[in-house]
């Protein structure tokens, strides 16, 4: 016990150093959000955020992964940018779906986010002032490119500033104690395209209903106790549903590029 209180003691200590750290880049922070109110520079620059994760990457000896190091720097980034000003990022909703998640892969928690119920809402906050930035998915390693994403883009005055790559992984989520107590699958479509030989093997003859996206999916599995939906692991703690199965997608590398 004596080890172990010595141990915590050191942790506390290196948590104050962080806190200190953490505020002074917060108040540097703040000096370059005045630099760039005169010279008229936008807030975010994913550039210098790509230079600063690869930078950390390089210097990191672990134990933490860079994986993990890099999502702890982009919650730093979130934080400190809300400092110079509270971004408002508009992507496709209900919050958990994979637009969102990318979005906040993006942007952090530190933002706001305006979950619209289609792609051409979140070109239309965008156009009109309502959202700093926007988060569409042009493309997917399966379904190839997102036609209406590419529509829009054509047809909008909206320019692209920044892009991320999201790993997309497909699962089970149900209230459901087991895989054969579900009795009708809630889903969007293009998860449904991508899981048919595993839903054909564990779900043969279930009743599907397509969704307008996989975190309507999983509203609708919520209100009901035979059914499940398709969707992401952090959907499944968004709505409190149970995870049957893990990663039902028939390839692995299934990716989407979001701008």
Known sequence: MKELAEIRAKIDGL???LVVLLNERAELAKK???VKRKKGSPVYVQSREIAILKKVALKNAGPLSAE?????FREIFSATRS???ELKIACLGPEGTF???AARKMFGTSSVYTLEPGFDGVFRDVEKGSADF???PVENTIEGSIGQTMDLLIESQARISGETYFDVHHNLLSLAKSVKSVKTLYTHYQPLGQCRKWLALNLPGVKVVETGSSSQASIRALDDPK????GAMEAAQIYGLGVLA???EERTGNQTRFF
């Open 83 to 85: 400092v110079e000003k």
């Open 99 to 101: 637009s969102h998640l």
């Open 246 to 248: 893990e990663r039902i």
């Open 227 to 230: 059914g499940a939906a398709i």
């Open 134 to 136: 926007g988060v569409v």
């Open 68 to 72: 993990a190091l890099g999502g702890v």
């Open 32 to 34: 370059i959000a005045e």
């Open 15 to 17: 948590d104050d150093k």
